[in-house]
Every structure is written in structure tokens, then in C-alpha cells.
């Protein structure tokens, strides 16, 4: 991915091998491309793939890898507040409110009280909770607890916004309902995104370029641009091209709930 | 739930207590087994009223109460404290965690002729076996807690990169806060069943364990069940108390 000018974040040559009872497993093998400042990537592949251990390694959980991730051309050593994430478990502290959740991500923020409960209050407006700021997580849905954790992960208005899997647990109407709201989330706050998914529909309604990968070991399979003209109507020919090309190349030819149920 | 639905448990577990007042008063109606090592209910009845009016028996209870009070607020919190250093702190587990485990079994009447020793048969020494007795529970409790924060937990702490003071309390301590809860009220009622031994084995002095002792010397077989009956009250009402302020303390559970 040498085409890229001004590239954000780099994957360079990276690989990941994990110690499985005394077995090496490589997770991911020779893993290389770009994101772009505001562009939309997405990740897709079947489960076991690797992509969820990528996105750890751009969040800088685990720095023991080969190869090297940059962000502007500097080695990631350690999560910063520049790299907001969302994990398929809503993983909200349950012993705070919807706002204390929030305000949370703003601990090293530095700013004043006040900015941050302004901060606090405008993104949980964005995800449309601002009457919910003091339920107890226990008193959410599922849908609306991933709300909380978006508007946690953007709060500290990062560069990237990082998605692991972020509506994988949640029901087939709500998940369809949260990818418009992600889509216009993202395309408000101007932040460059990184989703890791299974679901080839939502990778093509969200991404601007969809990575696809291939397990045993994790791979690149093929990188796929996105080009819908913003038109992005789930049941139009061009859409639904698209998709099948990509089922095609995880090898699931016209069997798209194949891929669902399979994770 | 109505009133009568929620009656029913009670009910039922006053039945057996009920029951067995029962079996007591139609043995002593036999006369088979002299009063004076039954006496009947009736007998006991009149004696806790007689201890109530004329005796000391206000001043045993509240001198064994406030032993009780005292040995936990000393043992429970310092217990805590360990337990959550032992628990979040992987090296302070690593020093200080083998030697608690081997503390741990010895029978806590063992430390009796020890710290009599040391603090003496009197009120130090009893409330110095009482604190013991609290602190163990609710060190292991509230090590238990604090070591088995979530790592999913762990992880988001690391990704909002919080710093080691912002991780205790937001992470850390409420994570643990269910086990320092238990520990408590565990703490609570050991701290109550050491006061007893503490008076049984230590200088007599005013208490429900002193007055168990003076029944046993002068054979007042219905003294002895009136201390009983008062412990086991007393006692059953502590747990009652700390499991009521165990729910109270975590808000965010059960709604």
C-alpha cells in the first residue's frame, strides 16, 4: 500500500503467533496496509481470522508482535486517548451511571469539570441517551448500553475509532437500526474508523474499504473499495455485487446467513 | 406479592422452633426428667423476666455487645485493608499471603493461652481475641474480591489509559466491593461467636458467656437456655443486619 500519501495509520508486515498449550499458533501472517485520516476501513472474516487480535495491536494492549504498527510513522507502544475503542461487550462499569461511564474516558483528558460534563452530556445527545445519563448499566438494553459505550469511545474526540465487533451481540433490528447510527456518528465527529466484523452487509453499508482476511493463519485476502457514490441502499444491484463478491471470497457463494451463524 | 404470600416463609420457619417448644413442654409435663435439668419452658420464661427486672441481665448483654462492637471494629477494617493489599498488590500477595493462609490454620482457640499471655484475661484480652477472630474473614473475603477483578475490566482500564489511583476507584475497589461486603458481615458474625468463647475461656466478668459459666456452677440449667436463647437471637439478628446493609451497599445490582 505505497499509494497511500498521507497515510494515518500503518500495518506494516505484521505477525502474531500465540503459545497454545505449548503450541505455536500464528494468528496473523504478513499483514500490511494503511488507513487514510477519515476514511472508514472495515475488517471482515470469519471468526478465528485474527482481526479482533489486530485491532488489540492498534490499540497497543499487546506490543509482542513482528512487524510494526505506526501511527504517524511512530511505533504504538501503549493505548492512548488518540484511539477510542468499542468492544463487542459493552464493558461498561456497572457500578456507574450511563454519564460516570462516560466521563470515565475523560479522566486524562485534563480538561476543566465543567468542559467534561459538557463533553459528557453533548455525546451522550449523540447517541440519543441524554435522558438516560443516570440509569445504571443493569437498567439498559443491549442496544442502548453499546450506545453508552460509542459515545465512551468518542468522548475524548479521538483520531480513530476503533470497533471490535461492536453489534455482533446484539438482536438482527437493533443491529440494523445502530449501523445507520453509526454511519452518521462517525460522518459527524469527522473521525477515521476501523471496524472488525463478521457481518459482510455491514462492512459494505459502513466502509469506505474492506480488508478481507483469511484464517489459518490470518491473512489478507483481498482489500475491496468501496465505490457506492454514498449510495448506500442495502437491497440495490451494486450493493448487493459487492457483497457477494466478498462472500465469494470467504468462500460462502451465495449463502450470506452462512457467515452469521458460522461465528 | 401480598402481605400473606410474603408472611409464609416466615411461617413456615418459625414452625420447627415452634415445634420443639412443643416437644420441650411435653416432656417437662412428664416429669420424667427432673426440673432442674429441664425446666420447662414456662420455668425459663420465668426466669428471663426475673433476670429482666431484678438482674444484670441488661448489663451482660450490652457488656457482651459492646466486647463484640469493639473486637470487630478493630479486626474487620484491618482485615480489610490486608485483604485488598494482599489482593491488588501482586508482590504484597506474594510476601505476606503464605504466612495469612498458615495463620489461617490455627483454630482460633488455639491463640486463647497466648493472648492471655500477652494482653491478659481481662477486657484486653477479649477484645484482642475478638478483633482476631473478625479479621481473618474479612481478610479473605476481601483478598478474594480484589483478586478477581474481571480482566475484561482490567483491559478497558488500560485502553482509557486511567492512571493507578483512577483505576482503584473507579476499577479496583468497587469491583471488589461485593467481597469486602461479605467479609464484613462474615466478620460480624465470627466477631459475635468469639465474644462468647472469649467470655467462656477468659476472666469472668459481666457478659452472656460469664453468666453461661455461673449457670454451669450453681446448676441453673434455666439460666444457661436463657443466655442461650438471647446469643442465638442476637446473633441471628447481626446476620440479618449485615446481609440487609450488604444489599443497601451496591446499588447498582438488581434493578
Redesign the interface.
Known sequence: MTHAPRAALEIDRVGKTFDVAGRHVEALRDISFSVRTGEFVAIVGASGCGKSTLLRLI?G?DTDYAGEVRLDGRRIE????DRG?V?Q?H?L????TAEGNVA??L??SGLPKAERRRLVAQHLELVGLENFATA????LSGGMSQRVAIARALVNRPRFLLLDEPLGALDALTRLRLQDELARIVRHEGTTALLVTHDVDEAVFLADRIIVLQPDPGRIARIVEVDLDGQRDRSAPAFLRLRDEILDTLGVRHAPRAIATAA | MSASARARPILMGLLVPVLLIGIWQAIAATHLVAPYILPSPALVLARFRGELDGGTFGGDVLASLSRALAGFAIGAPAGVGFGLLLGLSRVAGRLFGPIFLAYRQVALFAWVPLLSMWFGGGEAGKVAFIAMTAFAPATVNSWRGAAAIPA??R??S??????RL?HLL??AL??A?PGILTGLRTALIYAWLATVGAELFLDIAPGLGGRLNEGRDKFEVDLMIVALTVLATLGLAFGQLGAAAERRS??????
Open positions: 490499540l494492549l501503549r493505548p492512548g486517548l475503542i468492544f461487550d464493558r462499569l456497572p457500578w456507574l470515565a474516558a479522566r486524562r445504571w448499566p443493569a437498567q | 475484561p475490566y483491559e478497558l488500560r485502553a482509557l489509559t486511567l492512571r483512577d473507579l476499577v468497587p469491583s466491593l451496591i446499588p447498582w445490582r438488581n434493578r
